[in-house]
């Protein structure tokens, strides 16, 4: 990845990361749902006036909206408003990527490997070290909640790998659509009518959320997708938590606890184990030397060599007969003298 890319990657991770901070915020100013509904409204309004339909089957955007959108979201900042700090929230949610692995298994039928199990076990137990953690006192039923939050990120996941959008941007802003409305609805049901009071923090939270985080981030990852292998890009999404857990103790006062820590590192590196290759699959795609001396470039000796042993074939049609030899001037002379 070129360094502006690169930068451009760390700068996104960072912009989420931020987020749950924001999110913190936002949710002291609005109910959960209502809050979501927002978000996904000024994220489809207006853009969905100028970027055309989705692409994909209208089945599939419905899917990805009611996880991605639905589900994840309002998960996320009920547990939130339930008392999950942003930092440890940010760092939960990436427990996605195991829920992401098992799904692919059972409903696209990849192949579980060993590595991946591993990765996912170590994963796991740096969630299992949160709640056990949270336990002692905690918010367990947020936690619980955030938790499911993931599993709903991993099936839009899967719902999104099998539409498989020819422009994540505008997939976003339909999803986005999508999600809008329900939300809408199911806050009026079970919140009821939202007092709305103007704040300029409420403001600049949904503001963030929608423009910034929302189309604004998916549109980065979209344009470094397009220039990437998602091997080269999705790492770099393991930076969220560190930016979300530091973001959340600088603008929060959040505590970062030595268990918080040893968490950190143990969700991050199972799911980083998990989502690479290892290098000895790599080693064994690799061409033997002798593959690499048959299919090196031909040097001026090589080239000089084909040219005097090799035939040149300029017609492929067999002449059917051999053409004379040509006569030396010698045995012409002494032909017409005889």
């Known amino acids: 990845m070129r360094?502006?890319?690169?930068?451009?990657?760390?700068?996104l991770t960072a912009l989420w990361g931020f987020n749950f901070v924001v999110?913190?915020?936002?949710?002291?100013?609005?109910?959960?749902?209502?809050?979501?509904?927002?978000?996904?409204a000024l994220a489809a309004f207006p853009a969905l006036l100028f970027v055309g339909g989705p692409g994909v089957p209208w089945r599939k955007v419905l899917v990805a909206g009611a996880t991605l959108g639905i589900g994840q979201y309002t998960l996320l900042l009920m547990g939130m408003r339930a008392g999950m700090p942003a930092g440890l929230t940010s760092l939960v949610v990436q427990v996605?990527?195991?829920f992401t692995a098992v799904l692919a298994v059972v409903l696209l039928g990849e192949r579980l490997t060993a590595r991946r199990i591993t990765g996912m076990a170590v994963a796991l137990a740096g969630l299992v070290l949160i709640a056990a953690d949270l336990g002692t006192g905690g918010p367990v039923g947020?936690?619980?909640l955030v938790v499911g939050s993931a599993f709903f990120w991993s099936a839009g996941n899967i719902a999104v790998r099998s539409a498989a959008p020819p422009n994540s941007f505008r997939f976003m802003v339909w999803i986005s659509a999508v999600a809008a409305l329900p939300m809408l609805a199911l806050s009026l049901l079970?919140?009821?009518?939202?007092?709305?009071?103007f704040s300029v923090q409420g403001s600049l939270s949904v503001l963030y959320v929608a423009l910034i985080s929302t189309l604004g981030g998916f549109g980065i990852w979209g344009f470094l997708l397009q220039r990437y292998d998602a091997s080269v890009v999705a790492p770099s999404a393991l930076l969220v938590p560190v930016f979300g857990m530091s973001s959340a103790a600088?603008?929060?006062g959040e505590p970062i606890s030595p268990v918080k820590l040893t968490a950190a590192a143990l969700i991050i590196s199972g799911v980083l184990y998990a989502s690479t290759r290892a290098r000895t699959t790599a080693a064994r795609v690799r061409p033997r030397p002798h593959d690499q001396k048959m299919t090196q470039k031909p040097t001026a000796k090589t080239r000089e060599s084909t040219r005097m042993t090799a035939p040149t074939v300029m017609n492929s049609t067999p002449r059917s007969t051999p053409l004379p030899p040509t006569p030396s001037r010698r045995a012409r002379w002494g032909r017409s003298g005889s």
């Open 142 to 144: 947020a936690f619980l």
């Open 190 to 197: 079970v919140e009821g009518v939202p007092r709305l009071e």
């Open 96 to 98: 996605q990527a195991v």
């Open 3 to 11: 360094t502006r890319h690169l930068l451009l990657a760390i700068g």
């Open 23 to 40: 999110m913190e915020v936002g949710l002291r100013h609005f109910p959960p749902l209502f809050y979501v509904a927002l978000r996904f």
């Open 250 to 252: 600088l603008f929060t």
